[in-house]
């Protein structure tokens, strides 16, 4: 009989579970992420010019890219 097959043998296999607080940070870096995508005309309509308004958007992108990567990482802490 092999050893997957004795019923008295504990295997080794641990189910890791998911850290809570990365799953709320990776769902809301990806809303973040979302909104960057169509904030860009809304901030125009404000009256702020095409490029602060594209300058602005590239930093709520790279707050949301670095908020995915640091949770990712967390992912299984």
């Not at 080794?12 to 990776?26: I, K, Y």
């Not at 860009?40 to 992108?61: M, Q, R, S």
């Amino acid at each position: 009989m092999s050893r997957n097959e004795d019923p008295d043998v504990e295997t080794d296999l641990e189910v890791q579970s998911l850290n809570r607080v990365a799953v709320v940070g990776l769902v809301g870096s990806f809303f973040l992420a979302l909104l960057g995508l169509f904030v860009l005309p809304a901030i125009e309509a404000l009256g702020y010019d095409t490029e602060a308004a594209f300058w602005a958007v590239l930093a709520v992108e790279f707050v949301a890219a670095v908020g995915v990567g640091v949770s990712a990482r967390r992912l299984y802490d």
